[in-house]
């Protein structure tokens, strides 16, 4: 059974920083393309970063370009999501999503479609 386990959500002040982890379990994600997501109170759920498998190509929705960075540890299986500069903004439901897929294409890694599995989210708010 593959599961993606999120960690590192909390509560933090504007300004402040996060690292967020995503951890698999069931299989290696070494091969694959890996990303996150959030859903804010109200909205539908949004993209926020995009990693391929060698890590060679990260991608960022806009609004958190120059603040987020997305890494992975292929060894340990773990992606990661480095936020600083938090706005209250970002407060959302954030969730590690992995693809069957090495690469995705610009023209999609920002839906939901090709991603296969999905972790369950953790909470990120950030106060005002």
């Known amino acids: 059974q593959v599961q993606l386990v999120e960690f590192g959500g909390g509560l933090v002040q504007a300004g402040g920083s996060l690292r967020l982890s995503c951890t698999a379990s069931g299989r290696s994600f070494s091969s694959n393309s890996m990303a996150w997501f959030r859903q804010a109170p109200g909205k539908e759920r949004a993209f926020v970063a995009y990693?391929?498998?060698?890590?060679?190509?990260?991608e960022y929705a806009d609004s958190v370009k120059g603040r987020f960075t997305i890494s992975r540890d292929n060894a340990k299986n773990t992606v990661y999501l480095q936020m600083n500069s938090l706005k209250p903004e970002d407060t959302a439901v954030y969730y590690c999503?992995?693809?069957?897929?090495?690469?995705?294409?610009?023209?999609?890694?920002?839906?939901?479609?090709?991603?296969?599995?999905w972790g369950q989210g953790t909470q990120v708010t950030v106060s005002s």
């Open positions: 990693i391929s498998r060698s890590g060679g190509t990260a």
């Open positions: 999503a992995g693809s069957k897929f090495s690469y995705i294409g610009s023209n999609n890694y920002s839906k939901m479609s090709p991603y296969d599995y």
